[in-house]
């Protein structure tokens, strides 16, 4: 049987960062999380991506940059995502292979994802809709040694997602609009994974 779906956290678009510290502090220490996509607007600092991960690396969990490989190295940052596209992924690979992780999104088709994981992608990201996201990740999952993400845009969609085998369930704005707060909404999401394998 395979491993639970770990989970894999992703930060609101951010300008500044410091105001948004204590919230990502308690989202973190509210349960495991795998690995944190820093998601940065025009503007925002290496400082910020600094602090980021001095919050995340402590606690074993992978710092991820969406879109700018060049501050990964430079701010010690663990990796880059970004949307595929073929000419692209190549160079990332090519620049931050084997010390970095290289995650790529926006994966239209399945040939797009086949030629990523071919390519040498670390893992896909599956981030459609509910029921593509669910078809993909469950595909991808019984076929492929690459890891994928899913995508569950609502707390509801964690546990079956969790379900296809996918390795990781990625929880963005479903955190962060929780009324209840960030640090409720990764405890849930932590425990409908968890019910799920015991189901399995």
Do not use: N
């Not at 960062?17 to 999380?33: G, H, I, K």
């Not at 992780?101 to 030629?115: F, Y």
């Not at 893992?123 to 890891?147: C, H, K, Q």
């Not at 994928?148 to 929880?171: H, K, N, Q, S």
């Amino acid at each position: 049987m395979s491993e639970p779906a770990r989970l894999y956290l992703a930060t609101p678009l951010l300008t500044a960062v410091d105001p948004f510290l204590p919230a990502l502090r308690e989202a973190l220490d509210a349960a495991e999380v795998a690995s944190l996509l820093l998601r940065l607007g025009e503007g925002a600092s290496d400082e910020a991506v600094r602090a980021v991960a001095a919050l995340a690396q402590p606690r074993d969990i992978a710092l991820l940059l969406e879109g700018e490989s060049e501050r990964v190295a430079r701010c010690g940052a663990d990796g880059l995502h970004f949307s595929y596209g073929d000419k692209r992924l190549a160079a990332e690979l090519k620049r931050l292979h084997p010390d970095f992780i290289v995650g790529v999104g926006g994966l239209e088709t399945r040939d797009d994802a086949m030629r990523a994981g071919e390519a040498g992608a670390d893992y896909l990201l599956f981030d459609g809709d509910f029921d593509e996201t669910l078809e993909r990740a469950a595909w991808w999952a019984e076929i492929f040694e690459t890891p994928c993400v899913a995508l569950a845009r609502r707390l509801e969609e964690v546990g079956p997602l969790a379900a296809t085998g996918a390795e990781f369930v990625m929880i963005g704005e479903a955190a962060w609009s929780d009324p209840r707060g960030p640090a409720a909404a990764l405890r849930e999401a932590a425990a409908r994974i968890a019910a799920e394998d015991v189901a399995r």
